[in-house]
């Protein structure tokens, strides 16, 4: 009698407990790129909803090899001339550089120099993951989507599998968030789609001549980038994602 319950307990949560999860961690996880980068060669769609994309566009670029020939990949990143996508993440920005940087003097000012730098830091990395994936286009049917939702949780989906990064623990010490990862179940990756779905309504779609270099520049400035030049732009997709 026991063992049937527990078995039916079991059944029951099964919905909730993902195939694979891994651990906040510095260091890239050879397993998980391995499981993702598997599916996503097989897949024909692939949804990844975040706020910026600079290791996608790596795993695009340099780690997948072969893919479905009707791949169709969508990408919805965080808008940066919406500030209030970035300054709503100020308090996760100042825990993570208070853990990394324990000997910076803790003054107010001080601190709020620190968040905006490192406000201009993230939306300098949208700017590049544009760039780069409008590079990648020539190789993938990728469409861009400018969202203003506020980045709290970073979701990918294939055919088979929903993988959630949990973007809050990134005020922590760690590089790389804590991540689920659900196979071949219906519930939670139905409504994620839907989800995704209300999301890019909601959103800007990108055309070729937004993603150029000279327009990105604009973008950026009109973000409060000013420092903004070709050469920032372009270094991530050259050195990280340009085979």
């Not at 961690?25 to 897949?43: A, G, H, P, R, V």
């Not at 959103?203 to 000279?214: C, V």
């Not at 400035?221 to 070709?230: E, N, V």
């Amino acid at each position: 009698v026991m063992k049937t319950e527990i078995e039916k307990v079991v059944k029951k949560n099964q919905i909730a407990t993902p195939s694979d999860f891994f651990y906040a961690s510095n260091d890239s996880n050879n397993q998980f790129n391995e499981k993702l980068n598997q599916s996503i060669s097989t897949t024909r769609s692939y949804i990844y909803v975040g706020d910026r994309a600079l290791y996608l566009s790596e795993r695009l670029g340099r780690q997948i090899i072969e893919t479905h020939e009707k791949l169709k990949i969508e990408v919805l990143l965080a808008d940066i001339t919406d500030n209030t996508l970035f300054s709503s993440r100020s308090i996760i920005y100042d825990q993570r550089d208070r853990a990394l940087h324990p000997e910076i003097l803790d003054s107010d000012q001080l601190r709020s120099k620190r968040v905006a730098e490192i406000i201009c830091e993230e939306k300098m990395a949208v700017i590049s993951s544009l760039y780069a994936l409008g590079k990648l286009k020539q190789r993938y049917d990728i469409e861009i989507y400018l969202h203003k939702e506020i980045p709290f949780i970073r979701f990918e989906i294939t055919d088979n599998l929903l993988v959630l990064s949990f973007l809050t623990e990134l005020s922590g010490t760690k590089k790389y968030p804590s991540t689920a990862i659900y196979k071949n179940e219906g519930t939670f990756k139905s409504n994620y789609e839907e989800y995704a779905t209300e999301i890019k309504a909601r959103s800007r779609k990108l055309t070729e001549n937004d993603i150029q270099i000279g327009n990105l520049i604009n973008m950026a400035q009109k973000a409060g980038l000013s420092s903004c030049t070709r050469e920032k732009i372009v270094k991530h997709y050259e050195e990280r994602v340009k085979s």
